[in-house]
Structure formats: structure tokens, C-alpha cells
């Protein structure tokens, strides 16, 4: 019959209309992520040994950070800043850790008004986070 | 029922009655001046809501809500969109020719107003009953054409005149076909008054006696309208919006309340032809059916807006010209050897 498919295209359009809605509402729903997104870095600054491995294998050099010998000869993480701008979250600098310290998380939210924001200081966010916590 | 039916004519009754004479100069100036308030009112309303309609259900044909934020689901973000426009500077362009850019907005939005005052809203409703309702009602809806070439050529762009051009040439040939398709249901009627045509549908609409015009009535008129999938003129995505490129704020909108307003009276003109206006039932009173038929065939051109992909130029003039004319001939042919037939078996 002529005009066939037109009447399909209705068809269809009017099936969408009266349907479910498919978008979330997302201030107020948050939507729930895939296990693999990795958007946000989390610090965990006692299982830290300072090794160095992390900024070793992060491929942008990303992090930068530097530690003190404490009396008991041991070292201990003093700053610890990763310049998220160049930041893939590719998670390399997590499989480098021996103590699963460093850790991709899944916080997105993480506009920013100023460009120097980028530059995180991983220690205060990690005490922030133990604040909110 | 019959006093819910009558409601507006024993208003009308009432405030006629205030007068000495109930017939006289005064008393007939003030009703027309209410009809006209009542008109006005119509249109704008239809406006405001209508544009919220067009969001939404494009919202909801993609499986979105539509605008959700102001209001109650989102239902007065019209009123926010108004107050925008309202807010915008209006710009007239240094080259353009003043007068007649800024009179083009208002005709347009002025042609509803004045096509509305012929449709029957209900028994004995017409605000003007005129003989030649129809004639009246196309020769009025016709003018839009002049004012898109007005804006266009006032704007003083090439492109802003060209998309003028476009429109005439669209509007000027489906005119033709949408005339004809009206034609077979004034050869039943044997009349142009609306109001005559209404009357004539009591048993059954003529829709069921005229599909083809109907179909052809609807497609020529989604053409007059500018609307998608015949949204050439205007074209959103592609050439910005053909004859208002140069119009801003309020002359702007004035453009796009026009256009939902002559979708209104386009609508009402289909229902009371094709749909039996406010014949129905009578569990409703008969506004009701009327405003219900036309908020119908609204949603239906909405609903057609946002499923169609939009038709090719020299498509739209090979349709109009090749396919919708000659089919509304044949149906002006087919009416009147049904009428003939009619005639002959019912011994005439």
C-alpha cells in the first residue's frame, strides 16, 4: 500500500510517546555507573610507602610527589599533587602500587571553576573526605 | 445539559438585555467588541499553550519528558519563554525598509484573530456568521504569503529575501490543492457558511464522505502552515529561519505566535468541515467537542512534525503540483457524480 511506511513512522513515534521515559533526572537521581568508569583518584595516606612507583608509571607524569625519612629510617609521605588536567585515568599508577594506596574511585562530579583547581593536593582531599565521611 | 449547551448565548442574551433596545447600534458594537476580546483570547491562549504542547510531545516522541523544571512538570515554562523575548533588544536592521518590517510580524499575527472570528464554537456560536465563511477564511489565510515576502524584503538580506521566496512559492501551490479539497464538501452542503456546514453534518461527519479531501486538506494545510515536514521556509537546522533572520526579541516572537495561531484556525477550519465541528453527542455540551476535534488534529500535526524527516524542494513542488492537485480534481469529479447518483436513486 502507498503511504505504508509513513504510517509506520507514526506508528513507532506514538509507541515512543506513551512509553517510558528513558532519561534520568540527574541533580536529583544520581545515575548508577558500569563497575569499569574510572573518573576520579583516591589517596589512602597510611598504606602510602612513598615509593614512587605511581609516578614512575604514569604516562603523563601526572604525579608529583616528595617524602621526608622519619627517626625509625622509614619514609613518609610529605606532598603528594597530581595535575588532573593531564590526567587519562588510565589506572596505570594504580596497578604500579604494592600497597593499593593509590585507587581509582568513581566520583564524577568534578567541575571546577578556576583552572588552578585542577592541580589536586591528594593529601587535603583525602582528609576532606575523611571529614565528610 | 440544553442550559450548559446554550451557556454562552444566554450570557450573550443577558448583556444584550441590558440594553433599551436589544437590537440596537450600541447593543451589537458591544457583543462584537466581547466576540473580538474572546477571539483574541483564544489565540493567545492557544499560543502560550500550544508551544508547551510542541516541546513536550517532541520531548516525549524522544523519549524525554520535555521541559520539567518550572512549574508544575514544566507547565509555565511558556510564560518564562515570553518574558525572555520580552527582555531581548529589539534590533531593526540600518538597511531595511522600517515600515514594512515592522508592520509584517503584526499582520501575521493579526490573520488568526481574523480567520477565528468565522468558525462556529458551538450552536449558533460564530462571533461573524458570514454566508461566505470559507471563501472568507482562505482569502484572509492567503495574506500570510504576503507577509513573509514583506519581512523578507524588509529585512533587506538576500537571504532573508530569498527564504521569502521560498515561501511564496511553497504557500501558492498548495493553496490551489487545499481550496479544492474543500470544494467537494461546499458542492454537498451547496453552501460557504460554516455554520451551514456544521448543521449538515449532524447525521454523519464529512470525514467519512471525503477521505481523500481530508487527507489532502491535511497535507496542504501542514504545507500553509510552514510546518515540518514541509518546514522549508523555516528549516531549523538548515538555513536559520528563512525570512525572520533579522528579527529579534518580541517581533520575533510575534512571528511564532502567528504560526501557532494560524495552526489553530487551520485546525478549527478542519473540524468544522471534516469533523462535524461541534456536533457530537450530547454528553458534552458542544464548545467542548469543538475544542476537543480541534486539539485533535493539532496533536496529529504534531505528532506528524516529530516523526517525518523533512521533504526536498523540488518534492514538495512535484507533491503539490503532480500529485495533490490532480487528486483533488478527481475528488471534485467523484463528488459530483456521487451527487448525481444520489440524486438519480433518491428520485430526484
Known amino acids: 500500500m502507498f503511504g505504508k511506511g509513513l504510517l509506520q513512522g507514526l506508528g513507532i513515534t506514538f509507541k515512543r510517546m506513551v512509553g517510558p521515559n528513558i532519561t534520568e533526572f540527574y541533580p536529583e537521581q544520581k545515575p548508577k555507573l558500569p563497575t569499569r568508569v574510572r573518573s576520579s583518584m583516591a589517596l589512602d595516606r597510611e598504606k602510602c610507602i ?32 597530581m595535575d588532573l588536567g593531564r590526567c587519562l585515568f588510565c589506572g596505570m599508577c594504580t596497578e604500579a602500587c604494592p600497597t593499593k594506596a593509590l585507587t581509582v574511585t568513581q566520583d564524577y562530579e568534578n567541575a571546577i571553576y578556576e583552572p588552578d583547581e585542577m592541580y589536586w593536593d591528594m593529601l587535603k582531599r583525602a582528609e576532606q573526605k575523611g571529614k565528610v565521611e | ?3 450548559l449547551n446554550n451557556l454562552f448565548l444566554i ?25 473580538f476580546i474572546i477571539v483574541v ?3 493567545v491562549l492557544a499560543a502560550l499553550i500550544l508551544i508547551l504542547l510542541e516541546r513536550k510531545i517532541a520531548g516525549w516522541t524522544s523519549q524525554r519528558p520535555g521541559p520539567n523544571r518550572l512549574g508544575p512538570r514544566g507547565w509555565f515554562q511558556t510564560i518564562a519563554d515570553a518574558l525572555k523575548l520580552m527582555g531581548k533588544e529589539d534590533v531593526t536592521p540600518a538597511g531595511a525598509d522600517k515600515f514594512i518590517f515592522k508592520i509584517a510580524p503584526m499582520i501575521i499575527f493579526c490573520l488568526p484573530m481574523m480567520t477565528l472570528a468565522v468558525i462556529p464554537y458551538g450552536r449558533k456560536m460564530a462571533p461573524i456568521n458570514l454566508d461566505l465563511g470559507i471563501f472568507y477564511f482562505v482569502a484572509i489565510s492567503s495574506i500570510s504569503t ?11 538580506n538576500k537571504y532573508s529575501l530569498l ?43 464529512f470525514i467519512i464522505l471525503q477521505p481523500l479531501a481530508f487527507v489532502i486538506f491535511i497535507i496542504a494545510g501542514l504545507a500553509e502552515l510552514n510546518r515540518a515536514p ?12 528563512g525570512p525572520f533572520t ?25 473540524a468544522t468541515v471534516f469533523l462535524g465541528g461541534w456536533q457530537g453527542p450530547a454528553i458534552l455540551p458542544g464548545y467542548v467537542w469543538f475544542f476537543m476535534k480541534v486539539g485533535v488534529i493539532i496533536f496529529f500535526m504534531m505528532w506528524v512534525r516529530w516523526t517525518f524527516p523533512r521533504i526536498r524542494i523540488d518534492h514538495l513542488m512535484h507533491l503539490a503540483w503532480k500529485v495533490l492537485l490532480p487528486l483533488s480534481i478527481l475528488n471534485i469529479l467523484l463528488t459530483g457524480l456521487g451527487i448525481y447518483i444520489y440524486r438519480f436513486v433518491m428520485g430526484g
Open chain 1, 50 to 81: 612513598s615509593c614512587n612507583m605511581c609516578a614512575m608509571a604514569c604516562p603523563n607524569s601526572v604525579i608529583k610527589l616528595t617524602s621526608e625519612k622519619n627517626e625509625a629510617n622509614k619514609k613518609v609521605l610529605k606532598t603528594y599533587h
Open chain 2, 246 to 270: 533579522e528579527y529579534t526579541g518580541l517581533r520575533w516572537g510575534l512571528f511564532f505566535l502567528g504560526e501557532y495561531g494560524n495552526m489553530t484556525a487551520l485546525s478549527a477550519l478542519a
Open chain 2, 146 to 156: 504576503l507577509a513573509f515576502v514583506m519581512a523578507g524584503w524588509g529585512s533587506n
Open chain 2, 11 to 35: 450570557i450573550a442574551d443577558a448583556i444584550r438585555s441590558l440594553f433599551a433596545d436589544p437590537h440596537s447600534v450600541w447593543a451589537n458594537l458591544t457583543m462584537d467588541v466581547i466576540n
Open chain 2, 41 to 43: 483570547v483564544i489565540v
Open chain 2, 230 to 241: 514541509f518546514d522549508l521556509v523555516e528549516a531549523d537546522q538548515e538555513v536559520v529561519a
Open chain 2, 163 to 205: 527564504g521569502g521566496m521560498r515561501a511564496v512559492a511553497q504557500m501558492v501551490s498548495y493553496e490551489i490543492p487545499l481550496l479544492f479539497s474543500m470544494l467537494g464538501v461546499v458542492m454537498i452542503t451547496q453552501s460557504f457558511n460554516l455554520g451551514v456546514i456544521v448543521e449538515a453534518q449532524a447525521s454523519v461527519p
Open chain 2, 1 to 3: 445539559m440544553e442550559t
